[in-house]
């Protein structure tokens, strides 16, 4: 049986492609990669691409998956995503202690309501 990899590609939906982009874009700071007509955005985070798109046929905006993305300085990454426009939804906090390191996560929103996350693995 052959097994999956890596994620390609991630789609959120959004109500206003063009708002979306600005906040995964600007505010997040991930690549722009193209646009595929007025619904359709796509975005690389390291190498994972995200696809902006309004509900076509399937999905329902502000109810997606959770995205988490990785980040060194929790505090620092977060205090300037949100001084760039995005909500706050929850200051970065330690959510376990393992037994090499301790996992935080902080949460924000995006402009229709999805949430992102944001998570470190300090040592």
Do not use: C
């Not at 999956?4 to 982009?21: C, K, P, W």
């Not at 999805?114 to 040592?123: A, D, I, S």
Request: proline residues 4%; glycine residues 10%.
């Amino acid at each position: 049986m052959k097994k999956l990899s890596t994620i390609g590609q991630i789609a959120i939906t959004v109500s206003d492609v063009e708002q979306a982009l600005g906040f995964y874009r600007d505010a997040l700071g991930l690549d722009f990669l193209f646009s595929a007509g007025p619904e359709l955005a796509f975005l690389n985070a390291d190498g994972v691409r995200i696809m902006l798109s309004t509900p076509q046929g399937a999905g329902t905006v502000g109810a997606n998956s959770v995205l988490y993305f990785k980040v060194s300085d929790i505090e620092a990454v977060h205090s300037s995503i949100v001084a760039r426009g995005a909500q706050n939804e929850r200051d970065p906090q330690l959510a376990a202690k393992m037994p090499d390191h301790e996992l935080w996560t902080g949460f924000l929103r995006d402009p229709d309501g999805n949430l992102v996350g944001l998570m470190e693995e300090k040592r």
